[in-house]
């Protein structure tokens, strides 16, 4: 079967950097996708990986190793607005998302 | 711009009851889709569509029934409401199909069901 392993709970400092990981066991890849839910909210996009490395955005960084099934997630300077979940998605060989179960982050002053 | 416009916000249904989901999208975008998000759970797709007048089956389609007559609208109607479809639903919608790798999607605000 299909399956996206993420921690289930984090918690972090403000000012902190916190690395929130996901690992993928999927038919195929076509790449994955970061993507951040307030409670009660909405999910919304973060990053997109489909080639191994580190892609930066500002306080965030998508890193991708395809050969380990292997992404994380690295938020730097850690604000108390960036307490939410994170959801690792992957895009597998039919190009259906495959969802992970969400890693929810909590920041403390 | 509005983007993904999703009603109700929330409602609560008694077994056996039948009702419509409402999704709108405004920024022109083939793909359409309906998920359900359970807690401990990822989200899970239920039914999408590529573009007007074509619908597919996702992950979790049983007790649920799409159309997609207009390129704006894709309604989820839930054929007789059983508690185990007690959820948080989205809408949500991209520019590019499933084929397209860069799939990023917009998602509605979500509507809160609870079957009794």
């Known amino acids: 079967g299909q399956n996206i392993d993420q921690p289930t709970e984090m918690t972090a400092t403000e000012g902190a950097i916190v690395q929130i990981n996901c690992t993928y066991q999927t038919s195929g890849f076509n790449g994955l996708f970061w993507y951040q839910q307030h409670a009660g909210e909405a999910p919304t996009f973060l990053s997109y990986?489909?080639l191994d490395g580190l892609e930066e955005k500002g306080r965030f960084s998508s890193f991708l190793s395809r050969s380990k099934g292997y992404s994380y997630l690295l938020l730097k300077e850690l604000q108390m607005k960036d307490s939410a979940s994170y959801l690792c998605?992957?895009?597998?060989?039919?190009?259906?998302?495959?969802w992970g179960a969400g890693t929810k982050l909590i920041i403390k002053p | 711009n509005a983007g993904v416009t999703q009603t109700p916000k929330f409602q609560v249904l008694k077994t056996g009851q039948s009702m419509t989901l409402q999704c709108a999208q405004d920024m022109n975008h083939e793909y359409m889709s309906w998920y359900r998000q359970d807690p401990g759970m990822g989200l899970r797709l239920i039914h999408y569509?590529?573009?007007?007048?074509?619908?597919d089956q996702g992950e979790v389609p049983n007790g649920y029934n799409v159309s997609r007559s207009t390129t704006e609208d894709f309604p989820l109607r839930l054929l007789s409401a059983a508690p185990s479809q007690t959820s948080v639903y989205f809408c949500?919608?991209?520019?590019?199909?499933?084929?397209?790798?860069?799939?990023?999607?917009?998602f509605g605000a979500g509507s809160r069901l609870t079957v009794l």
């Open positions: 998605a992957v895009l597998d060989s039919n190009y259906q998302l495959i």
């Open positions: 949500a919608s991209s520019q590019g199909g499933t084929a397209s790798g860069a799939n990023v999607l917009t």
């Open positions: 569509s590529v573009g007007a007048g074509i619908t």
């Open positions: 990986n489909v």
